[in-house]
């Protein structure tokens, strides 16, 4: 008697990592993203934006890897997300994930009540391998 079983598995090219990646769920690919987050009064004027802006990309400057950002004074606050999948992150910041150089921070992003500076501290795509026949 032959039994056919075919097994699915996935190669992983890591880029860069400071934690360890998790199981993930699905084949999508992943990023280690921190980000350093300024709040914006809901009424905050173009001056006060442009104040807060310019304090986010000063500290941009600063940095050359995520420890360097983990560990910089600054009155934004830290946010360290992990790893999340590409499918998770909003549009506006997903190219950020994806073409941001690992370890260096973006400049600052204005959001709705936000000034936000992220950076990529690792990558990981997953490439579905062919299947594996056992017989």
């Avoid at 996935?10 to 934690?19: D, G, I, N, R, Y």
């Avoid at 905050?44 to 986010?56: K, N, P, Y």
């Avoid at 946010?79 to 370890?103: F, K, M, T």
């Amino acid at each position: 008697m032959r039994i056919h079983q075919t097994i699915r598995v996935a190669t992983v090219v890591l880029v860069s990592a400071v934690s360890t990646i998790p199981a993930l769920a699905d084949s999508s690919p992943a990023v280690h993203l921190m980000a350093r987050i300024w709040l914006l009064a809901g009424n905050a004027t173009d001056a006060e934006t442009d104040t807060v802006l310019a304090r986010a990309d000063a500290l941009s400057g600063t940095i050359s890897s995520c420890e360097d950002f983990r560990l910089a004074h600054s009155p934004g606050l830290f946010r360290d997300y992990g790893w999340v999948s590409l499918d998770d992150i909003p549009p506006e910041i997903r190219a950020i994930a994806v073409n941001q150089s690992i370890g260096i921070p973006s400049q600052g992003i204005r959001q709705d009540f936000t000034v936000d500076v992220f950076v990529v501290c690792g990558r990981v795509t997953l490439y579905p391998a062919p299947p594996i026949h056992r017989w």
